[in-house]
């Protein structure tokens, strides 16, 4: 879709106007202003850039901004130090290159849709019939910005550990469920049944949102009404056999080719850096680009020698396909200097955590460092360091937004964050991660021992 004909059908004017306003979704169409300017979002059609597509993206994105390019933790793309000129070249050239982005809430699919050999149904399948005969509703103004619909086929590449409003996954062929509020361990099931049946269930849901008034997200609904919708929802089945999303390093297929998932660090990569890099995958036979939640991205086309040495000309760009990378256990946000409202500047502290406390990331928890109280990098319980006016919060067990269990001056955080290290080092008991030693230590001895010189 156009730039102009996403405008158009939502019923705004060309221009987009309210860039000061945070806390809803940033787009292509309403960027978001931040520190280095405007940052647009978007998510292409079906999840898949081809490599020239891609590359177009990145020679735009240096062209019209900043030349930064993020993966969030959702998958999407975001390109980052638009000015208010360039916000419509960009999203013009992103449609010369057949750069779809379609309107409404976002609609996630597993990011390896159509290739793996043991997803049970086809997302894609079923987000064509969502868009086909719920046209109208996807497209109400009333529906909140960040709303997100989730289409899982299922397998050992779905979307287990991505929460959502909307979750549609497969269950055995030819059969889905329905489920609202968050991922699929805790999600609340509505309905299992059909294709059909699953679509019927999400127009439902999403005129059931509407009803209830400007911008309700599915929490929001009591479960009164479900009930009254769903009547059979008590007797669906919560539970779900467990499931690893994806991973970076090489994924062998059993057609004979392999994807190769890569990350970049801390979810960010200048457009000069990814243009050579995908130049150089390019020649080596990889044909499409499939972004990831988690910050990461594969690439399709591949077979097993092409994906060992597209690893190894990776780590010359920071790129990593190794899963036994410290740093994919932090979340940071763009943080002081690309965020109006940072405190610090996190892909740097990131850098120094990964040097400085190892013990902080086994990968039990994620370590969020937010460079203020909204947590946008994470929005889970977990350790984290939260910046703030006169230097920061530590967070042991919570939100971004929680009461801190310690203030830290600005100049004492590598000290604080090596004390928390040093005690999980000589408290941890044998076989225990450090997420489980923090439990047992508790908040006391935590403070404790950051008080001591």
């Known amino acids: 879709m156009v730039f102009g004909e996403q405008t158009a059908r939502s019923g705004r004017e060309e221009a987009p106007s309210p860039w000061m306003r945070r806390g809803a979704c940033p787009t292509l169409v309403e960027p978001m202003r931040t520190?280095?300017?405007?940052?647009?979002?978007?998510r292409p059609k079906g999840g898949i850039l081809s490599m020239r597509q891609f590359m177009q993206l990145a020679e735009a994105a240096q062209?019209?901004?900043?030349?930064?390019?993020?993966?969030?933790?959702?998958g999407s793309l975001q390109i980052r130090g638009l000015r208010g000129e360039t916000v419509q070249p960009l999203a013009a050239d992103l449609d010369a290159a057949g750069i779809s982005v379609h309107a409404g809430p976002s609609i996630e699919l597993s990011p390896l849709h159509?290739?793996?050999?043991?997803?049970?149904?086809?997302?894609?399948?079923i987000e064509a019939r969502l868009r086909e005969k719920l046209d109208a509703e996807l497209l109400s103004p009333l529906l909140a910005p960040k709303l997100s619909i989730l289409i899982d086929g299922g397998g050992s590449c779905g979307l287990a550990a991505v929460t959502g409003d909307i979750r549609v996954t497969a269950v055995s062929r030819g059969?889905?469920?329905?489920?609202?509020?968050?991922?699929?361990?805790?999600?609340?099931?509505?309905?299992?049944?059909?294709?059909?049946?699953?679509?019927?269930a999400v127009g439902e849901l999403l005129r059931l949102l509407v009803s209830l008034g400007r911008h309700k997200r599915c929490?929001?609904?009591?479960?009164?009404?479900?009930?009254?919708?769903?009547?059979?929802?008590?007797?669906?089945?919560?539970?779900?056999?467990?499931?690893?999303?994806?991973?970076?390093?090489?994924?062998?297929?059993?057609?004979?080719?392999?994807?190769?998932?890569?990350?970049?660090?801390?979810?960010?990569?200048?457009?000069?850096e990814l243009i050579a890099f995908l130049a150089a995958a390019e020649a080596l036979g990889a044909t499409q680009v499939?972004?990831?939640?988690?910050?990461?991205?594969?690439?399709?086309g591949l077979h097993s020698q092409s994906a060992a040495r597209i690893t190894e000309i990776a780590a010359g760009y920071a790129l990593s396909?190794?899963?036994?990378?410290?740093?994919?256990?932090?979340?940071?946000?763009?943080?002081?200097?690309?965020?109006?409202?940072?405190?610090?500047q996190?892909?740097?502290?990131?850098?120094?955590?990964?040097?400085?406390?190892?013990?902080?990331?086994?990968?039990?928890?994620?370590?969020?460092?937010?460079?203020?109280?909204?947590g946008c990098a994470h929005s889970g319980r977990t350790l984290s360091i939260v910046g703030t006016d006169d230097g920061y919060h530590l967070i042991l067990y919570g939100v971004a937004s929680d009461t801190p269990d310690a203030q830290i001056a600005g100049g004492g955080i590598d000290s604080a964050i090596e004390k928390l290290a040093r005690l999980i080092k000589d408290k941890r008991q044998a076989g225990e991660s450090t997420a489980a030693c923090l439990r047992r230590v508790g908040r006391h001895d935590v403070t404790k021992a950051l008080r001591q010189e």
């Open 219 to 272: 929490r929001d609904i009591e479960r009164e009404r479900l009930l009254a919708v769903f009547p059979s929802m008590e007797r669906v089945l919560a539970s779900a056999p467990e499931r690893k999303g994806p991973l970076v390093g090489t994924l062998a297929l059993t057609n004979g080719s392999a994807v190769l998932g890569l990350r970049p660090r801390f979810g960010q990569i200048h457009a000069t």
């Open 175 to 200: 059969v889905w469920r329905v489920a609202i509020n968050g991922d699929e361990r805790t999600a609340l099931p509505l309905l299992t049944g059909s294709a059909d049946a699953a679509v019927h």
């Open 114 to 125: 159509g290739i793996t050999a043991d997803e049970i149904g086809n997302p894609a399948e």
């Open 63 to 74: 062209k019209h901004g900043n030349g930064i390019v993020e993966i969030t933790a959702r």
């Open 346 to 374: 996190t892909k740097a502290r990131a850098g120094r955590l990964v040097a400085i406390a190892p013990e902080l990331l086994d990968g039990s928890m994620v370590v969020h460092l937010s460079g203020c109280a909204k």
């Open 35 to 42: 520190g280095d300017g405007l940052l647009a979002r978007l």
């Open 321 to 344: 396909a190794d899963i036994g990378d410290t740093a994919m256990h932090i979340a940071a946000c763009a943080g002081a200097g690309a965020c109006t409202s940072g405190h610090f």
């Open 290 to 300: 499939r972004p990831s939640p988690g910050r990461m991205f594969f690439l399709a």
